[in-house]
Every structure is written in C-alpha cells, then in structure tokens.
C-alpha cells in the first residue's frame, strides 16, 4: 500500500497537510538523492503524479535506491520536464489535471522514446490496453506496494541496460542480428521492425521484445512467469496481468491467430503458413521479407 509511505507520524502528516494548503504548490520539485552503494547515481527518475503526498512518497522510495528523481504535478509540467531533463524511465499517473496521463505518455514517446511506468486507479483491462498502446511499457493499479513499484523500475532500467549494451555490441563489431521469419511473421531484431507478409506493424518496445521472445520459440508453451522473467526482468507472479495485456494488445496488431492461449499456463507462437508459398517454416534465421 501506498499510505504507509507518507510519513513517519500523525504529526508529520498533519504538518505537510498544513503547509500543501498554506502555499500554492510547485508543478515540479527535485527530491535529494540517498545514494546506495547498490545502484547507479546517475539514474534520473521523473514521477509524474498531482497528488503531492503519493508523489513525495513515491519519490522517496526511488531516491532511498540511490536514483535522483523529480517531481512533475501536472501532465504540461510533466512533457516539459521529460523534454528538458531526458529521464531514463518516468512513473506516470493516468488521471492528471490539464493533460492526463495517456496524452502526456503519447507526447513524451513522440519526442523521446523512454521507459514508462502508468500507475491507474481504475482496474480496467481497457485503460491499461490504450496505455500500452501509446507507448506505456508498464503499468500498476493502486493501492500497490513500494517494493513492487521498485522492483518494476529496475526491471525497466535493466532493459535500457542491455538494450544500449546491444546497440554499442552492434556498432562495435558491424555485425547484427538476424532476422528471425516465422510463416509469415518477418522481425528484424537489428532494425527492431516487424512485418506481417507485406505490411509493417508498429510495436511499442516491450511489445517488440515480447514478440522476439514468443517467435524464438516457435509453437512451444511459454508461462507467464518465464515470459514475465524473459521479458521484463520480475520474478513475482503478482505481474501476470501485464503479460496478458500485452498479449491482447499484440493479437490486435498482429490479429488473433498467431498467439494460443493455454489456459492456466502461457501463450505459444502458432505461425502460419507464408502467403508466398516459398516454403519458409518457423523459426528460420537470417531471411528476410
């Protein structure tokens, strides 16, 4: 939960109640950073979130791993602050005042494609599908728990990480990855493109990386807990309903025959046939479209 976050006491909360209606609040605040031994300090965080308490909790919590974090109270302040200070992953409330948090994710991807975390207080499969199709790589229902939300942060981090380590590994060498060309699913890891037969699908980044993830493993039963593992770096099964939304969210850009559900387990990759006729099978490497 949430609340406990707040502060140390009945007093203390009282007093920040006092002085939020006393003077009119920022748009934006920078939280010191605690640095741990464990983490990276040049980790910039960007909350995005109008509640002041929920906001200076949850930044405490990110600061306390050693990460700076800033403080966004609207959705204008928050695409002018991800233009400005380029965050490595920003945490994003859905009902913002001025511009919600669907437009501000939508603006903030356009400029900048960045790692992004929605927090919403609607458990509606719904919301979370257009979240995820703006370009949301996440997301949380509140009330959640700190130890969560940080869990999902380094998760994000994590795979910033490897991607920039990919990127710096390709240009080094010259060398890139296959394709991978499954029926007629063609995706270019190197390029991070997809095609299905002639037409290009856009994906979001975790979209992608699932998708290479499943097409790795050509009509084989993946579990949601591998996937989660694979995909986004989290262990707890708490995060299987992010699994199955990005599902969904694939068989609507892919269409719905290309991923089977088994019941209870996970989802398995079930190619068809090549509309060329060619011969091209699953999980054939290095071929193109």
Not at 69 to 80: C, F, I, P, Q, R
Not at 107 to 113: L, M, S, T, V
Not at 125 to 130: A, C, P, S
Request: include cysteine.
């Amino acid at each position: 939960m949430v609340a406990p976050s707040y502060g140390r006491g009945p007093t203390r909360r009282a007093e920040h109640d006092r002085t939020v209606r006393a003077r009119p609040r920022p748009l934006c605040h920078a939280v010191p950073m605690v640095t741990s031994p464990a983490t990276t300090p040049n980790v910039l965080v960007l909350v995005v979130e109008d509640e002041p308490a929920i906001a200076t909790a949850i930044a405490r919590r990110l600061s306390a791993e050693g990460w700076r974090v800033e403080m966004a109270l609207d959705g204008h302040a928050g695409v002018s602050m991800a233009s400005t200070l380029r965050p490595d992953v920003v945490v994003l409330d859905v009902m913002l005042p001025g511009l919600d948090g669907l437009e501000v994710c939508r603006r903030i991807q356009a400029e900048r494609p960045v790692p992004v975390l929605m927090l919403t207080a609607r458990d509606d499969e719904t919301d979370m599908l257009i979240g995820l199709g703006v370009g949301a790589d996440d997301y949380m229902t509140k009330p959640f728990s700190m130890r969560e939300l940080v869990a999902r942060t380094k998760a994000l981090l994590r795979r910033q990480e490897r991607a920039a380590r990919a990127a710096e590994i390709d240009t080094g060498t010259g060398a890139s990855l296959p394709p991978l060309v499954v029926g007629d699913v063609a995706v270019d890891r190197a390029q991070r493109r997809v095609h299905r037969g002639s037409a290009e699908v856009h994906l979001t980044p975790t979209e992608f990386d699932l998708l290479v993830t499943l097409v790795s493993s050509p009509r084989t039963v993946l579990t949601r807990e591998r996937l989660l593992a694979e995909v986004w770096d989290w262990v707890d099964a708490s995060g299987t309903r992010t699994v199955d939304s990005h599902v969904k969210a694939l068989r609507r850009k892919l269409g719905a025959d290309l991923i089977r559900t088994v019941h209870g387990v996970g989802y398995a990759f079930e190619p068809s046939e090549p509309a060329d006729g060619n011969g091209r099978t699953g999980g054939t490497e290095g071929t193109g479209t």
